[in-house]
C-alpha cells in the first residue's frame, strides 16, 4: 500500500482531511449498522441537541507503525470503556465497546495510507465522538445521536517544543469535586479556552488546575494528567474523581513498576510539595510524555532540577519504554497492542 505523500517529520497536531470516515446512527432507541462514508461534513437540524447543550465526548487514541511494519492500537479497549461511561453520565446511549473497537479498526484500515510510517515520530491520531442530533429547546436528552470516528495523522502535541514546558497555576477551576472533570465531555475543553489563550498570553504553554474545592491539591492540566517523579526515584502522581482516567498515565505507573522497577503512589499531592520533586512531566495520547521545566503560581516559580534544556532522566525512561512497546520494539505486556493489518 502506497503512503501518502507527506512530510510526516514536520507534522503539528493539527486536521488533515483523509479518505474516510465511520458513520452509525442512533434513532428510535437503536444504534444502525453504520457504514465507513467519505462525506466529511455534518449537517445538523439548527436546534440539535449538540448545538443548544453541548451533548457530545469524544474519546482520543493513536494508531503507530511498527518496526516489523504492522499498524497497531494501544490499548484501545479502555478508550471504548471511558467513552461509555462519559456517554452515561451526559445521558447519551452509549456505542457498544466491541463496536466502537471494530469502527476505529474498519476507519485505521480504510486510511492505512494516511498512516505514519515507523521511525518517522508521527503516528494516527483517532477521534471517536458522539453527539445528540434532533432538535431539542427545553433542557433535556436528544432522542437521536451520531457516532463518528475520523483519523488525522499528526506530529508532537507541543509542536517545536522539543524543550521542556512551563505551565502557570490557573485561577480558573477545571472540574468541580462532583462534576465532570472525569469524562471526555467537549464542554470541559470549552471551559478551558479562555484560560488557554489567558496562559499564552502570558508565555506559558498550559494550565495546571488545582482542586476546586480548596485550591491546594494538583490535578491535572487542560489535555494532560500530570506525573511527578521524587528525588528518590518515586513515580507520583494524583489521586483524584474530577482528573480525566488516563490511559498513558494508568500505563506508565504500570511500566515505572514492570519494567523499570520503580516505585509508584497514586494519591493526593499537595501544590505544596511540588517544589521538592525532581522532575514533571505531562501525559496523554496527545502529549505522549512531555517534560515539565517550570511551574509558576502568582509569580512564585517552582523549578524543577531537571531544568529547562532537556526531559528528566526518569522521564526519559518512562518516554523510551512507552513508546517501545507501541512501535513494537519492547515486547508489550499481554492484550496492550491490536494489530489492524
Ligand atoms: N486529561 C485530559 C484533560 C485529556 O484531555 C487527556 C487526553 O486525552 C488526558 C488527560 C490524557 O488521557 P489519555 O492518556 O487517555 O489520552
Ligand atoms: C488526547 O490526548 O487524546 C486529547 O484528547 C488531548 C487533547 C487533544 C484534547
Request: overall charge negative.
Amino acid at each position: 500500500m502506497e503512503k501518502k505523500n507527506i512530510d510526516w517529520a514536520n507534522l503539528g497536531f493539527g486536521y488533515i482531511q483523509t479518505g474516510k470516515r465511520y458513520v452509525s446512527n442512533f434513532k428510535n432507541g437503536a444504534w444502525d449498522d453504520g457504514v465507513l462514508t467519505e462525506e466529511a461534513t455534518v449537517t445538523l437540524n439548527e436546534s440539535a441537541g449538540v448545538l443548544q447543550y453541548a451533548q457530545t465526548i469524544f474519546e482520543g487514541l493513536k494508531a503507530y507503525t511498527t518496526q516489523d511494519n504492522h499498524i497497531v492500537l494501544f490499548r484501545p479497549e479502555l478508550n471504548a470503556e471511558r467513552m461509555e461511561a462519559s456517554a452515561k453520565r451526559l445521558e447519551m446511549p452509549p456505542f457498544p465497546q466491541d463496536r466502537f473497537i471494530e469502527a476505529v479498526v474498519l476507519t485505521v484500515r480504510a486510511n492505512a495510507a494516511f498512516v505514519p510510517p515507523y521511525g518517522s515520530g508521527a503516528a494516527l491520531y483517532i477521534r471517536p465522538y458522539l453527539f445528540g442530533t434532533n432538535p431539542v429547546i427545553g433542557v433535556k436528552p436528544a432522542d437521536e445521536y451520531q457516532f463518528r470516528v475520523f483519523v488525522t495523522p499528526v506530529g508532537p502535541y507541543f509542536k517545536g517544543k522539543a524543550r521542556p514546558l512551563s505551565l502557570r497555576v490557573s485561577d480558573f477551576d477545571r472540574a468541580a469535586p462532583n462534576g465532570t472533570g472525569h469524562i471526555k465531555a467537549g464542554l470541559n475543553y470549552a471551559m478551558s479556552l479562555h484560560a488557554l489563550m489567558a496562559a499564552h498570553h502570558e508565555g506559558y504553554d498550559e494550565n495546571l488546575y488545582l482542586d476546586a474545592a480548596t485550591r491546594t491539591k494538583v490535578e491535572e492540566t487542560g489535555g494532560a494528567n500530570i506525573i511527578f517523579v521524587t528525588k528518590d526515584r518515586r513515580v507520583i502522581t494524583p489521586k483524584s474523581k474530577s482528573i480525566l482516567p488516563s490511559v498513558t498515565r494508568r500505563s506508565l505507573l504500570y511500566v515505572a513498576k514492570e519494567y523499570l522497577g520503580l516505585e509508584t503512589e497514586e494519591r493526593e499531592i499537595a501544590f505544596e510539595e511540588v517544589q521538592d520533586f525532581a522532575e514533571c512531566g505531562l501525559c496523554g495520547t496527545a502529549a505522549v510524555i512531555s517534560p515539565v521545566g517550570k511551574i509558576v503560581n502568582h509569580g512564585e516559580e517552582v523549578c524543577f532540577p531537571s531544568g529547562m534544556d532537556k526531559m528528566g532522566a526518569i522521564t526519559q525512561q518512562l518516554y523510551d519504554t512507552l513508546t517501545g512497546i507501541q512501535m513494537g520494539r519492547l515486547e508489550a505486556p499481554k492484550g496492550w497492542l491490536k494489530i489492524v493489518e
